[in-house]
């Protein structure tokens, strides 16, 4: 036993190691695809189902959509530029040098009016059929070419609803999964889909291999890419991580300005936060700008409104609200509280490290005011219906990919309370609902944006919600990689440009 | 023997059928509504009562249960509300890597921990003994979430040996394997030091020394054999564990098993693929349980006797 426990034990210690090496050899062979490393897989490739953030984005790589949007969120053609013949009836006609389906047929005008059809199916279950069931009465074909859609309502913004990727007639009929099997007329087409942390599409125009690897831990994420497992990944990383790859040889990192608006929202029904000089004590209680210089580490830009400026519908001019702790403690003074006598409030946010941080800044931030904030962390589902069945004072949330000013009737709207919408802080204002309706109703996208630009201006007044700020986009990849274009709102569009050198 | 055998097996359907049960009526506790999952925020109400009637929500929880229990006796779990993938196939997918990750980190604490165990027992209150307990206190004071990382920087950044994570071959399975087994090893050696130490002062060792045995036959034959009970309970009960899912290491190391698909299912509210994953599990420490308890039985025959009387 001696020799076991002594000379034997050691032989071990350095066995370990050599059959380490050996191991090496067993990994798996590189196949040359460039990696992107994804904190969350896509929950499916069917994009008349898809609402996930990654499905959507990817998707966008494998299907082509009637229309697109441009740098200012404006509907331009994709697929088909358009015609309003009235303003109940639009006219698309897909453009002659389209890709066909990956399956080599060529897409028609019959496989758009199937994709709709399907969507506007209430048997069908599709996520995406509100908007489009409210608005569209029937759509009807010319030849191959041209799809003529009917509306119930006349709608500026129809365009701009139909965003959505074009599937084959047959295939939809014959109940083809395309969750998992998806067949679309995109730049890149499926590969394989070995599991649920792999997902390799090809390039159709090169057969570049392109594999998404998801990888939850942002930590082991960093790691993998300093190693050359990955090469290339997009956001969700905490900023410490960015700057310390900034540090490292072989590693870029790019920046793009996001759309992505972050915001804190109040419940109007309470008995505090449901008061005006309350509101406007916190709004001036938070240093924006402290925040994201130093823990955003400066990858983000104030927001007044939740269009970005330079959305067609933004204001560029919208005054901001001003870090003015003297302002905060001089509201909240005749209301009775101070640092001696706080204010009390509840504050939740999801159990995400990095929100729960930012949070725990705002919370200093108001204690300074004389506002006590108890900070509670849930899972993202309990958080989220916590939400939406009202269960706060204050919350912290960031809309994603808003591209349509009617977001506004669906989250500030009195009718829009959950679960008719995501009025969440229970905000009823009847000039809010007229400015809403009288620019839905309006007949030029001029006065629509004049008048949306007018509810942003009166939203910032009564402060249903404090404006954050945007969330830049951060593109990190390795040195060989080439030819990647960050986009406003985050999606991967960049990768059909991608290459190797 | 046979009637120790059916009364725990008798008493395994009774746990699981009481775990299904438990499984269904919490899952339906549990704040948040499926259709609404399914639909989104913005649904009408209409398109959310036809999807209910759909999915049989509308119906009386009781005939819901009934369902239920009809499908698990046709291994239908349903589908995904999010992906639209039946269950079974979800999980026929991740089975595979955890039992593999488990067997590895099983693997791992046996062979670290016996002879660390053996190790600190027979040369006790030494700087051997001492070295030993303090990798058993190492290993269980260290959450996997750190080791994992450490393991990372150590093996695949540093010396560049080993992938970071993913399962792409055996080498990938090396750091997740370490990560789990380290743990499990420290308890396991902690176990069988205080379990020797307890047999060797018995009698029947003394008359083993007595008759002239060596000290490793000793230990081998007589010590080990004795002490092994109470380790083979924690082995099935950690085993239990191993394979429920290590979410832990299987998140930090992108592990395609039962665990991350269990978390992210939670994540996304994804009720059908939970209530799988959480029956799943519970039935997997059933089996190993039930498994311990025979194995017990084998190794010691005054239990089924006992069981018996």
Redesign the interface.
Known sequence: MQRLTGKRFFALILLLPLSLLLLVSCAAPDNGALRFGLSKMPVTLDPRFATDATSSRINRLLYQRLVDFDVASMPTPSLASWQKITPLHYRFTLVPERAPFSSGELLTSADVKATYAFILDAANASPHRLSLARTIERIETRGDEVIEFFLKEADLLFPGRLGIGILPKQLIESGHAFNRAPVGSGAYQLDAWPDDTHLRLKRRSDDLLLEFVEVTDPTVRVLKLMRGEIDMMQNDLPPELIRYLQQEPGVKISRGAGSNFAYLGFNMEDEFTGKYQIRQAIAHALDRDSIIKYVLGESARPANALLPPDHWAGVPGLHQISYDPGAARALLKPLGYSRDTPLHLTYKTSSDPFRLRLATVMQQQLAEVGIKVELKSYDWGTFYGDIKAGRFQMYSLMWVGIKLPDIFRYVFHSTAIPPEGANRGRFVDAETDRLIETAESATSIETQAQLYQQLQGHLLQQLPFVPLWYEDHVFIARDHVAGYTIARDGNYDGLLNVSKQ | MINFLFSRLLSALVVIFGVSCLVFFLIHL???DPV?V???????????E??RA?LGLDQPIWVQLLNYFNGLLHLDLGESL????PIVE?LM??IP?TATLAAAGLLVAVVIAF?LG??AA??KDTA?DSGAMFFSLFGISIPN?WM??LL??F???WL?????????????L?LPALTLGTALAAILARMIRATLLEVMSEDYMRTARAKGLS??AI?INHGLKNAMLPVITLLGLQLGALLGGAMITE????W?GIG??TI?A????DYPVVQACILLISLTYVVVNTLTDLVYAWMDPRIRLGEGQ
């Open positions: 549990v704040p948040g609404e399914m639909l989104g925020e913005s649904s009408q109400p209409a398109d959310r036809a999807l759909a999010h992906s639209k993938r979800l997918e991740r890597a002879p053996i190790m027979m040369k051997w979430f994992g990382p990372i920087l093996f695949s950044l560049g040996w080993l992938p970071v994570s993913g399962q792409s071959g055996i080498a990938s090396v000290e490793r230990i998140i930090v190391f992108s395609p991350q698909l992210d939670i994540n996304r509210r």
